[in-house]
């Protein structure tokens, strides 16, 4: 086994070891544990079945992100300096502590069958789809999609340490896939769109550095099937902390921005600024690009704009006209 997982994550090339994947698995499944609460609850209130989404979210959540670990094999992630499970013990303790104060909800029994999908799975109208009045939302649900993956990915590998000289990650396109399949498989089962988390990047910032990271996760998932009561006691006092430090770390890409270049920096601005006002980082980008173009057309540097760029015009400006 050890030898396999050698050869399929490559863990000596990338100065790691299964117990280091272990841990970072462990703590980006203990960072993202909140889905199990806050997923199944939203869908509840537009008339789902809550349990039987429980089940259908974990599903989905193990089979896409197996398939970007076999595919990529890369956690998005790095830990730079900081002392192995370290925020596993902080999100631990804070539950705990959180126990008297309130804070953190004990649950009546530890264990929980989980919910068959039948009634769920490929309940679809195919037809009733085909409705050209669907047209505005599938831009408005494909623009967040698209842009929270492109950001997440290159957030989280300029951290890791993934992007080459001109700031573009190698194999990028293999996400991409691996995102856009999981978020068609998903609508089989009934489910908002799969993107990728944000939240992995805990595991990198623990140790986690292949594939074997998530591969962990997904298995921590598969066994809060049955500890469902246990996974949600974790509450968003806990995990919430841990984020905004990761965020702070993400904002050293910063300083590869080319601030003398006005028509870069600029739009890097626009894109901080609505992302944080907006609490949306598809809204950032979307706002950022228009920006970069109108940019680089004024200063003179037309030849620097790739005809995807004038399509990328086009689609953040028809997004934001679907949300007037």
Same mark, same amino acid.
């Given at each position: 086994?050890?030898?396999?997982?050698?050869? *399929?994550? *490559?863990?000596?090339?990338?100065? !790691?070891?299964?117990?280091?994947?272990?841990?970072?698995?462990?703590?980006?499944?203990?960072?993202?544990?909140?889905?199990?609460?806050?997923?199944?609850?939203?869908?509840?209130? =537009?008339?789902?079945?809550?349990?039987?989404?429980?089940?259908?979210?974990?599903?989905?959540?193990?089979?896409?992100?197996?398939? +970007?670990?076999?595919?990529?094999?890369?956690? $998005? =992630?790095?830990?730079?300096?900081?002392?192995?499970?370290? +925020?596993?013990?902080?999100?631990?303790?804070? !539950?705990?502590?959180?126990?008297?104060?309130?804070? !953190?909800?004990?649950?009546?029994?530890? $264990?929980?069958?989980?919910?068959?999908?039948?009634? *769920?799975?490929?309940?679809?109208?195919?037809?009733?789809?085909?409705?050209?009045?669907?047209?505005?939302?599938?831009?408005?649900?494909?623009?967040?999609?698209?842009?929270?993956?492109?950001?997440?990915?290159?957030?989280?590998?300029?951290?890791?340490?993934?992007?080459?000289?001109?700031?573009?990650?190698?194999?990028?396109?293999?996400?991409?896939?691996?995102?856009?399949?999981?978020?068609?498989?998903?609508?089989?089962?009934?489910?908002?769109? +799969?993107?990728?988390?944000?939240?992995?990047?805990?595991?990198?910032?623990?140790?986690?550095? !292949?594939?074997?990271?998530?591969?962990?996760?997904?298995?921590?998932?598969?066994?809060?099937?049955?500890?469902?009561?246990?996974?949600?006691?974790?509450?968003?006092?806990?995990?919430?902390?841990?984020?905004?430090?990761?965020?702070?770390?993400?904002?050293?890409?910063?300083?590869?921005?080319?601030?003398?270049?006005?028509?870069?920096?600029?739009?890097? $601005?626009?894109?901080?600024?609505?992302?944080?006002?907006?609490?949306?980082?598809?809204?950032?980008?979307?706002?950022?690009?228009?920006?970069?173009?109108?940019?680089?057309?004024?200063?003179?540097?037309?030849?620097?704009?790739?005809?995807?760029?004038?399509?990328?015009?086009?689609?953040?400006?028809?997004?934001?006209?679907?949300?007037?």
């Amino acid at each position: 086994m050890k030898k396999w997982l050698e050869k *399929q994550f *490559q863990l000596s090339s990338y100065g !790691t070891n299964v117990k280091t994947e272990l841990l970072a698995g462990l703590t980006t499944f203990v960072t993202m544990a909140y889905v199990l609460a806050t997923v199944p609850s939203l869908l509840g209130n =537009a008339g789902l079945d809550r349990n039987v989404m429980f089940t259908a979210m974990i599903l989905l959540i193990i089979l896409t992100t197996c398939a +970007m670990a076999f595919y990529t094999n890369r956690p $998005f =992630a790095l830990a730079p300096g900081l002392v192995p499970g370290g +925020m596993i013990f902080a999100i631990l303790i804070t !539950t705990v502590i959180g126990i008297p104060f309130g804070v !953190t909800e004990l649950p009546s029994s530890p $264990f929980s069958l989980p919910a068959g999908i039948g009634s *769920q799975f490929m309940n679809i109208d195919f037809i009733g789809a085909l409705d050209f009045a669907y047209i505005p939302f599938l831009i408005a649900l494909f623009i967040p999609d698209f842009f929270s993956t492109f950001g997440t990915v290159l957030g989280v590998g300029a951290k890791a340490g993934y992007l080459d000289e001109d700031g573009n990650l190698p194999g990028i396109d293999k996400c991409f896939k691996v995102d856009a399949i999981a978020t068609s498989f998903g609508a089989l089962f009934g489910m908002p769109s +799969m993107t990728t988390y944000l939240e992995s990047s805990a595991g990198v910032e623990a140790g986690g550095k !292949t594939g074997l990271t998530v591969i962990f996760t997904s298995i921590f998932f598969a066994l809060s099937l049955f500890l469902s009561p246990l996974a949600l006691i974790i509450p968003s006092a806990a995990t919430g902390p841990i984020l905004i430090f990761i965020g702070i770390n993400m904002l050293s890409s910063m300083s590869k921005i080319h601030y003398e270049d006005l028509t870069e920096a600029v739009p890097a $601005f626009i894109c901080i600024a609505f992302t944080i006002f907006a609490n949306n980082i598809a809204n950032g980008i979307c706002a950022a690009i228009p920006a970069y173009f109108i940019m680089k057309i004024a200063a003179g540097k037309v030849k620097e704009l790739s005809p995807v760029m004038y399509i990328m015009v086009a689609v953040c400006l028809l997004y934001f006209y679907t949300l007037i």
